[in-house]
């Protein structure tokens, strides 16, 4: 009997917007269960902050400089990765943004700036880093979706269609690669302490919304993320394909 491997030794990862919260969270994680991490965003200062706190936990990170709106520094980014590593076990597909506005005020750039990061951006790292795992015949691909993948919330329309197509195309994906041994699934948290959700955290009655409605009674941690982030990663979850992995203290059961 061959027992499952967690760790991820020798593994090559990206981690889309790593430079803060979930992602620079997954980025750490899967350094210190062994990968090599290439941490990818906007913002440089913030991204070597992360790589150098990674490399005095002992780990092995590299910085590169992307914006995931932009189709060629994806592709150059994919690029650099594989020249430099040989071979790219793992992506998250982590970069995202929000924009809270009334549904009948979103101009066409709301529209865009939303889409074009959550989803192009997805869209095209998936696509290159499929290039190269596709002739490997192994790679591991988590989408980072949300509860707002499968129910919506007012004042949040491009996000929530961004995630709807996050969770969409984590099935498709799942299913056009898998004769590659490629697994794509997803990872959909609820209300996690980051800075993205800081308007919602100085709000007390938002808070005491997230709260009441949340089954676990407190919002989550970037750390209640790393095990779901690992479990996917690692070989542990060779069998699982197409899923989305609802982190989110429960959210979601009420429905
Ligand atoms: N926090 C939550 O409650 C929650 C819940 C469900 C899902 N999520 C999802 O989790 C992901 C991370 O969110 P977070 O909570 O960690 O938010 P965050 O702290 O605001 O971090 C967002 C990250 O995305 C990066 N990013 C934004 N636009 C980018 C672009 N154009 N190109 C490259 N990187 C970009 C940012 O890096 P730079 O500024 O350096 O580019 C940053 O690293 C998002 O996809 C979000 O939708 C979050």
Redesign the pocket.
């Known amino acids: 009997m061959e027992f499952p491997r967690w760790d991820l030794s020798g593994k090559v990862a990206i981690v ?10 997954i980025a750490t994680a899967f350094a210190n269960a062994g990968a090599s991490v290439v941490l ?4 440089e200062e ?2 070597h902050e992360a790589a150098e706190d990674i490399r005095g936990r002992g780990g092995t990170a590299l910085v590169h400089k ?5 189709e060629d520094e994806v592709v150059a980014l994919v690029k650099t990765v594989a020249k430099e590593f040989g071979k790219i076990d793992i992506l998250v ?6 924009l809270r506005k009334k549904a009948e005020e979103l101009t066409t750039q709301d529209w865009d700036h939303v889409l ?3 989803l192009k ?1 997805a869209f095209w790292c998936g696509r290159e880093v499929a290039k190269v795992m596709i002739p490997q015949r192994k790679g591991k691909i988590i989408n ?5 993948a499968t129910g919506a919330r007012a004042t949040i329309l491009p ?1 929530v269609v961004s ?1 709807f197509g996050i969770y969409g195309m984590t099935k498709a994906w799942a299913v056009e690669w898998a004769p590659y041994n490629i697994n794509v699934n997803a990872i ?10 800081a308007p919602l955290m100085a709000d007390p009655k938002m808070m005491e919304f997230i709260l009441s409605r949340t089954p676990l009674g407190r ?2 941690k ?1 750390e209640d993320l790393m095990g779901a982030a690992i479990f996917l990663a690692s070989e542990a979850s060779n069998y699982v394909t197409g899923h989305c992995l609802f982190v989110d203290g429960g959210w979601t059961i009420r429905g």
């Open positions: 889309t917007g790593a430079s803060k919260g979930i992602g620079r969270g990818a965003s906007r913002n913030l991204l992307l914006d995931v709106s932009r597909n982590n970069a995202g943004t929000v074009d990061t959550n951006g980072i979706a949300s509860i707002w996000y995630k959909a948290p609820a209300f996690i302490e980051t800075d993205i959700n919002m989550g970037v």
